[in-house]
């Protein structure tokens, strides 16, 4: 054990700030928003006051020792004996402390956020990015381990419409889903939770499955008016980038590296479906149009591989994309004995996420065919599913029953999160 600097106390430094965080975005928001936090496990406590100085060590903060002559300034929010006085601290900051942590793969045991020096009630509204930042991780598990495949909610309930559907991220980790708030919508959820509508469709178009290329442009399905919608992230200009007479709704959608699409298109009321490429420039070719209810689609990590499933068959296929994008002939990976299916995407490993809109839960798939798992949802109507998050191990899903978007962490990254980083 060392002495801090400043304020004397026992404590072990970090020679880096990156050792405290797990992304790079909550070393900034520690940088930028953070003076005297204390971080405390069951066998040390870490002194942060001088190593969150962006010169790294040195006497600039305020010290222990005159925070404790403070007093009704100061305050500790230990689980266990407080050492300075609570009672000048808002009761949310207590709460909100209390249920925080930091996972790292470097530290063995939980680490919570502890006392929180000179903290005034401005402040408090920039701690909280910070706070959201650093939960994105989720739940730990005994011993400092997170817990994988555990659903959280992560908007509240109701403040999508029944008609909740997309979801995809993109290179920042904003998740986007469709009827946010009201039909016709796509809104827009920031890591932390905080959700606006970002555009609102013209016309009758209502979206459903979202996809983005590598440059950034979105694009969407639009099931009511027979197209695929095209938008500008920076201008937020919404075009027609394909439309076909000939299509019953297109409903979710697949992307491939250079950037041609895949849409699926049930026709709900025969129980039948069609499959759709969709190319660069806009043209589209029907490919498969004796299908069942086609709905979730993905391209596989090979980019050589469609995926595709029934909802009313409970079938899943992998297709073979030939070099000149047309499919090969379909080969069937799994049949199930229950329930529907919705959207579904693919790890870096190939294992499908599949959205089982009934049971409530999620299917990993492996390209075997093989169901490694199932994680409930919270809800008995998932209908589609992204990955995101600052590593690409964060699930979203959206959540019909409870019209929200709940997400649970995973131990492998997500396909289209390891495509934003190709070049």
């Not at 909610?153 to 419409?161: I, R």
């Not at 959700?195 to 178009?205: D, H, N, R, Y």
Request: glycine content about 10%.
């Amino acid at each position: 054990m060392v002495k801090c600097n400043t304020c004397q106390c026992n404590a072990s430094h970090f020679d880096e700030v990156r050792s405290l965080v797990c992304s790079e975005k909550a070393q900034e928001k520690l940088l930028g928003n953070a003076r005297q936090i204390y971080l405390e496990c069951d066998r040390v406590v870490f002194c942060t006051c001088d190593i969150f100085q962006k010169g790294g060590y040195g006497n600039n903060g305020p010290s222990l020792a005159s925070a404790e002559d403070e007093g009704s300034r100061a305050g500790y929010l230990s689980p266990h004996q407080p050492r300075v006085h609570q009672r000048e601290v808002p009761q949310t900051v207590q709460r909100i402390l209390s249920h925080v942590s930091i996972p790292c793969e470097k530290l063995p045991e939980r680490l919570c956020l502890l006392p929180l020096l000179f903290m005034e009630i401005p402040m408090l509204s920039r701690l909280l990015p910070l706070l959201g930042c650093l939960s994105l991780a989720g739940p730990l598990a005994a011993g400092g381990q997170e817990k994988l495949f555990v659903a959280k909610p992560f908007t509240a309930e109701g403040s999508f419409t029944d008609g909740i559907e997309g979801p995809n991220c993109d290179r920042d980790g904003n998740v986007y889903a469709v009827n946010f708030a009201k039909e016709q919508t796509i809104g827009k959820v920031t890591p932390d939770g905080k959700a606006e509508i970002f555009v609102t469709l013209p016309g009758k178009s209502t979206g459903n499955g979202i996809v983005f290329d590598r440059q950034g442009n979105m694009y969407v399905a639009d099931y009511v008016a027979h197209n695929v919608l095209k938008i500008d992230m920076k201008t937020r200009k919404i075009e027609i980038y394909a439309h076909n007479d000939k299509m019953n709704q297109p409903n979710d959608l697949a992307i491939t590296r250079d950037g041609t699409l895949y849409a699926s298109d049930p026709a709900w009321k025969k129980d039948t479906g069609q499959l759709w490429r969709i190319d660069k420039d806009g043209s589209t070719h029907l490919l498969a149009k004796d299908m069942g209810t086609t709905n979730g689609i993905e391209v596989g990590p090979d980019g050589k591989t469609l995926y595709v499933n029934e909802s009313v068959q409970r079938n899943v296929w992998e297709v073979p994309i030939r070099a000149d994008g047309s499919l090969g002939e379909k080969k069937l990976l799994k049949k199930f004995d229950d329930f529907g299916f919705d959207g579904m995407r693919a790890d870096v490993d190939g294992n499908l996420y599949i959205t089982r809109y009934g049971k409530g839960t999620v299917a990993v798939l492996s390209p075997k065919g093989e169901v490694l798992r199932e994680i409930d949802v919270l809800g008995k109507k998932p209908s589609n599913i992204c990955f995101g998050g600052p590593d690409g191990k964060t699930v979203y899903v959206t959540e019909v029953e409870h019209c929200r978007l709940v997400s649970f962490r995973v131990d492998r990254p997500g396909l289209a999160w390891q495509r934003w980083r190709e070049k």
